[in-house]
């Protein structure tokens, strides 16, 4: 046998047994930090601080608003609005295009830009806003003559659901012109640039993206009139209507909001009957945050005010969601107001836990050169700098280069997540 397979031979053995003792070494870790669990009484007693201090928190302070402030630059935003009053802004709009073409001008739309370089993020509301800077639309011009008509056909299209008094999907509305739209991207686009337009949300406009986000927990509600039990859903819980505004009468009992970016975690949960351990309302999107479980989220904060801790994968883009949650997306800035839901607690799990907990090395994964540049765009956040526990726990994922799946610490078991993490968490008080 050759020195080199020899020595190979050797390490085979010598690498798994050094792996398996490192193993052993977290096991032992995890079943020490069970033993750090005190009696659900005590950690209850906890959690309801955070629920009184929340609760405290929403009666006496009044939330700011962009008019409440004196900003060197002005902004726009949206608000709910009715369909009689979005309709006549449709009618102005296309009075003003005839009266246009009939003065021998052509037609154009102004349209509200939402470039990049229009966002603007306000420390005192912690959420991006939209600057009041608009682009012209020509006709006439070769450059914007599809995206003109793909607007003007967006138009006629919200106008005829909004007089059946109708909702439809952003789907169906694609469908009607495939041809003309070429791409759903197109036309999501467009509607998005109308709602800014008319100075409405795109709920007003009746237009909803198809149900993704759902809901389980101590929560009752009305959806269209029907009582909805969130304990009596099963593991897969309840879709969250696409179109929030026939949501009503919300109850619960619950002390806080767990949000949690992964369906996989929430089966857990919802499985586990975490809500009843530990009383509250789990929610997720199932990944990116659509915009039905945006408001929903909102809906929750606002009307039953609870403090809401999120649970995420420990690596860029799940912070980029929370952050979409928190502070709004660049693409929907002009309706921030209505879609973010301010002060939520990273619970986890945070660069920092992969040491705590001992997760294993071989549950941990490298980041990529994206993955890199993803945590440090993100240090350049505004909404990152002002928060010092972000900014130390950023740091360490890219100085380490290693970020973790929440499904990483059922390596300690699967019931691990219910049992003693998020148990632990609760009772340290551990978020940022």
Not at 43 to 55: C, G, N, P, T
Not at 215 to 236: H, N, P, Q, W, Y
Not at 304 to 311: D, G, I, S, T
């Amino acid at each position: 046998m050759s020195e080199k397979k020899r020595r190979r031979t050797e390490a085979g053995p010598l690498a798994a047994s050094a792996s398996l003792k490192k193993s052993q070494r977290s096991g032992s870790h995890a079943q020490g930090l069970r033993k750090q669990l005190k009696p659900d009484a005590e950690i209850l007693a906890s959690v309801r601080e955070m629920y009184d201090a929340a609760q405290s928190a929403a009666s006496s302070s009044k939330a700011l608003t962009l008019s409440d402030l004196s900003l060197s630059a002005a902004c726009r935003e949206v608000s709910d609005r009715d369909v009689a009053s979005v309709q006549l802004a449709i009618e102005r709009a296309v009075l003003a295009m005839a009266r246009s073409i009939l003065a021998g001008r052509g037609f154009s739309f102004d349209v509200p830009s939402r470039a990049a370089s229009n966002q603007l993020y306000v420390p005192e509301l912690d959420r991006i806003v939209l600057r009041d800077k608009s682009s012209s639309r020509p006709f006439a011009s070769l450059s914007t003559v599809r995206k003109a008509t793909i607007t003007a056909r967006v138009l006629s299209l919200v106008y005829a659901v909004l007089r059946r008094d109708i909702h439809v999907t952003k789907r169906d509305l694609f469908y009607t012109d495939v041809k003309l739209f070429q791409d759903q991207s197109q036309s999501d686009a467009v509607l998005d640039d109308v709602s800014c337009m008319l100075g409405c949300t795109r709920s007003s406009l009746h237009v909803v993206a198809s149900e993704k986000g759902v809901v389980v927990g101590r929560l009752v509600f009305t959806d269209d009139g029907d009582r909805i039990d969130c304990t009596k859903m099963g593991i897969g819980g309840k879709a969250i209507p696409p179109n929030i505004d026939r949501v009503g009468n919300l109850e619960s009992d619950a002390l806080f909001i767990l949000l949690v970016e992964k369906d996989a975690a929430f089966m857990r949960l919802a499985e586990d009957r975490f809500y009843n351990r530990f009383p509250c309302i789990i929610v997720t999107a199932k990944g990116q945050p659509d915009v039905a479980t945006r408001l929903f989220l909102r809906r929750m904060k606002t009307e039953l005010k609870l403090p809401v801790l999120a649970l995420v994968d420990s690596d860029p883009y799940g912070l980029k969601i929370l952050s979409v949650y928190m502070c709004g997306s660049k693409n929907m800035s002009y309706d921030s107001s209505n879609l973010t839901t301010p002060d939520i607690k990273w619970l986890g799990v945070r660069p920092s836990d992969l040491d705590k907990y001992r997760v294993p090395e071989q549950c941990r994964l490298p980041m990529t050169e994206q993955d890199v540049k993803a945590g440090k765009d993100l240090l350049e956040e505004d909404f990152v700098k002002r928060n010092g526990g972000w900014v130390k726990e950023l740091d360490m994922m890219v100085k380490t280069r290693q970020k973790a799946e929440i499904q990483a610490l059922s390596s300690f078991g699967f019931q691990y997540l219910t049992e003693v993490y998020l148990p632990l968490k609760l009772q340290q008080r551990d978020w940022l």
